[in-house]
């Protein structure tokens, strides 16, 4: 089944606006302002991590990012936001290992952060899309066709396939893995970006199949999103 949408741009960024009325979740609205959702999803986890050094820790974790920042990479408005939350990631990462926590443990740390930013905006996408079918292969469909084309944009490069089972596509450029890679952490690829694939997948009841990422060396990543038998929410 070939990937498509032919619905404007307009309804993506009206997402949870039921039947005209403003209900947009405040984690949706702060997902437009990287540092300050970032920090307020940081600042919990750090908490009960380092309940003597919370603060501390975040502090050490803004001055990785004051290095950072001067490098990063500029390109769409739409993934230079995306960036900005690798870019306080990566920051994090370093920070929270200067203070002690094994490279594991950060790793999983950022991940949970990360899907704590993400998912208010995954669970509201997913509401809006009511809007366009009842039939969540329908909704699905629509939302990765948005998703891809309006706001995983140039550098990044999609290549869409037929499926017959839901939809299929490669990523043959990700910016996300080539800034861990510059970093010299592409370990860091999966737990803040890839893994919440998977999250965004099980929040809409779908089931997402990668066989080999860019981040671990492959030419491409291998995007197969596969629909349960019943169409319907």
């Not at 926590?101 to 509201?124: G, H, K, N, R, Y």
């Not at 952490?185 to 803040?192: G, I, K, N």
């Amino acid at each position: 089944m070939q990937l498509k949408d032919g619905r404007s741009v307009r309804l993506l960024m009206l997402a949870s606006w039921p039947n005209g009325i403003p209900n947009v979740s405040i984690g949706f609205l702060l997902f437009y302002a990287p540092t300050t959702a970032y920090r307020r999803a940081a600042s919990r986890r750090l908490q009960a991590r380092f309940p003597d050094r919370s603060a501390q820790v975040w502090r050490s974790t803004g001055t990785w990012q004051s290095r950072l920042a001067p490098k990063r990479p500029r390109h769409s408005a739409s993934v230079n936001l995306l960036m900005r939350y690798m870019e306080w990631s990566c920051a994090l990462y370093r920070a929270v290992q200067d203070h002690g926590m094994s490279q594991s443990e950060a790793a999983a740390l950022v991940e949970t952060i990360m899907w704590d930013v993400f998912q208010p905006v995954t669970a509201a996408l997913f509401k809006l899309s009511r809007l366009r079918s009842a039939k969540r292969e329908t909704r699905v469909k629509w939302l990765l066709g948005m998703m891809t084309r309006y706001f995983f944009t140039s550098p990044f490069c999609h290549r869409h396939l037929p499926s017959e089972a839901g939809v299929a596509f490669d990523v043959l450029v990700c910016p996300l893995a080539n800034y861990f890679k510059d970093q010299g952490v592409p370990e860091l690829t999966e737990p803040a970006a890839g893994n919440l694939d998977y999250r965004m997948a099980r929040e809409w009841g779908v089931e997402l199949v990668r066989t080999q990422t860019i981040a671990d060396g492959a030419a491409h990543c291998d995007f197969r999103w596969k629909f349960p038998a019943t169409g319907a929410e």
